[in-house]
């Protein structure tokens, strides 16, 4: 698994594959009543990995320390 965080748009991707090649994830749900997250899937329906919005509040303090900054 790999996090990454993007500070100004406070965004971060948990990626649960190694990597996520151009055009693998075919189709994406909103998660949440909030819309605080959007799950992406491969073909197979696979889930891939999650895109979560407001990733301070939302995600546990041990994961943001680690996450890969970017952006």
């Known amino acids: 698994m790999r996090v990454t965080y993007d500070a100004e748009a406070n965004m971060a991707y948990i990626y ?8 693998e994830a ?5 998660a949440g009543d909030d819309m605080a997250a959007v ?10 990995g999650v895109e979560l919005f407001d990733a301070r509040s939302r995600l546990h303090p ?3 320390a680690i996450a890969e900054k970017i952006g």
């Open 16 to 23: 649960l594959v190694e990597e996520i090649g151009s055009g």
């Open 62 to 64: 041990d994961l943001m």
């Open 39 to 48: 799950l992406d899937f491969d073909a197979q329906g696979r889930l891939l």
């Open 26 to 30: 075919v189709r994406q749900e909103i």
